[in-house]
T-cell receptor
Framework: KQEVTQIPAALSVPEGENLVLNCSFTDSAIYNLQWFRQDPGKGLTSLLL?????REQTSGRLNASLDKSSGRSTLYIAASQPGDSATYLC????????????FGTGTRLQVFP | DAGVTQSPTHLIKTRGQQVTLRCSPK?????VSWYQQALGQGPQFIFQ???????QRGNFPDRFSGHQFPNYSSELNVNALLLGDSALYLC????????????FGQGTRLTVV
């Protein structure tokens, strides 16, 4: 059974710091992995999608890497800003034939001025 | 381009009642998935609809049912509401049963009293 874990559960950093959020999954046979942002009480905003054949994806100050063999993905946020404060969720699609996404419980990030 | 839209945004129901939540997918998307997110948890997969059929179902009782219309919009119905059904219900749309990135709506906050 695929399980997704995110560490740390919460993180508080001063503005300007570079930071890394971690996501681990127990079964390395995944189809893709997606990172989302969620503001309090709101829906999910898709940040980056990494296919199983890819090693990383970049969008602006965000970079996500994927190491399938070790069951890990990291989300790197450069030069953090107070507007980055939110909960970050990773989700795996286990296989081509599986429709669902399996989510971690998220990392709650606070960036203070 | 309108993203995924859900209605209503908030809803309060009494235990034992029935509720219907609605979702319109992102333009061009043909697949709709529903998730339940309890407070402080990651979203849990309920089911997915593609070509007006339920394709896969998560670990939810039969009280949870759905429908997809020819225009790809979808409804989630929950019968005999329990206090534990209180959660944020999220709709996600994608292409071809989730092979592409999933885009989420803002969610419907359901409170059962």
């Amino acid at each position: 059974k695929q399980e997704v874990t995110q560490i740390p559960a919460a993180l508080s950093v001063p503005e300007g710091e570079n930071l890394v959020l971690n996501c681990s999954f127990t079964d390395s046979a995944i189809y893709n992995l997606q990172w989302f942002r969620q503001d309090p009480g709101k829906g999910l905003t898709s940040l980056l999608l990494i296919q199983s054949s890819q090693r990383e994806q970049t969008s602006g100050r965000l970079n996500a890497s994927l190491d399938k063999s070790s069951g890990r993905s990291t989300l790197y946020i450069a030069a953090s800003q107070p507007g980055d404060s939110a909960t970050y969720l990773c989700a795996v699609k286990p296989s081509y034939n599986t429709d669902k996404l399996i989510f971690g419980t998220g990392t709650r990030l606070q960036v203070f001025p | 381009d309108a993203g995924v839209t859900q209605s209503p945004t908030h809803l309060i129901k009494t235990r034992g009642q029935q509720v219907t939540l609605r979702c319109s997918p992102k333009s061009g998307h043909d697949t709709v998935s529903w998730y339940q997110q309890a407070l402080g948890q990651g979203p849990q997969f309920i089911f997915q609809y593609y070509e007006e059929e339920e394709r896969q179902r998560g670990n939810f009782p039969d009280r949870f049912s759905g429908h997809q219309f020819p225009n790809y919009s979808s409804e989630l119905n929950v019968n005999a509401l329990l206090l534990g059904d209180s959660a944020l219900y999220l709709c996600a749309s994608s292409l071809e049963r989730g092979l592409s990135a999933a885009f989420f709506g803002q969610g419907t906050r359901l409170t059962v009293v």
